[in-house]
């Protein structure tokens, strides 16, 4: 029952063969195990990867944010120093005022006194 191409071989050449596509079909599944390994070491990879453009996204937006609230606080601290000098002026002018009242009160008060004493 021997194939025509084995009928010639001797048993050592039959086992050299054997020992040949043993060693093959281990060679196969070592080199499957190594690609398989490769796939999951690139998954990770791929994970990692996302991971770091999320937060790279989320730092991004962040500093978006920041410079927004930085702007806008520029703006409000520039119309607040537009309006120094012109608080200024009206603070001036409110306490010239109140001296006036001031002096015209206290000159009532005094004519009152005379008044009084008469």
């Not at 390994?37 to 937006?61: C, G, I, N, W, Y």
């Not at 927004?68 to 703006?75: G, H, L």
């Amino acid at each position: 029952m021997e194939t025509p191409e084995l009928e010639g071989l001797e048993p050592d050449s039959l086992a050299s063969l054997e020992e040949r596509i043993r060693k093959t079909v281990e060679h196969v599944a070592k080199l499957r195990a190594e690609r398989d390994e490769a796939f999951a070491q690139r998954e990770a990879a791929l994970a990692a990867k996302e991971e770091a453009l999320t937060k790279l996204d989320q730092a991004l937006t962040e500093r978006d944010q920041a410079v927004a609230e930085r702007n806008v606080a520029r703006k409000t601290a520039g119309s607040v120093a537009d309006e120094l000098p012109k608080m200024r002026s009206e603070l001036e002018s409110l306490r010239s005022e109140r001296k006036q009242v001031r002096t015209r009160i206290e000159k009532l008060l005094g004519q009152m006194d005379l008044l009084a004493g008469q």
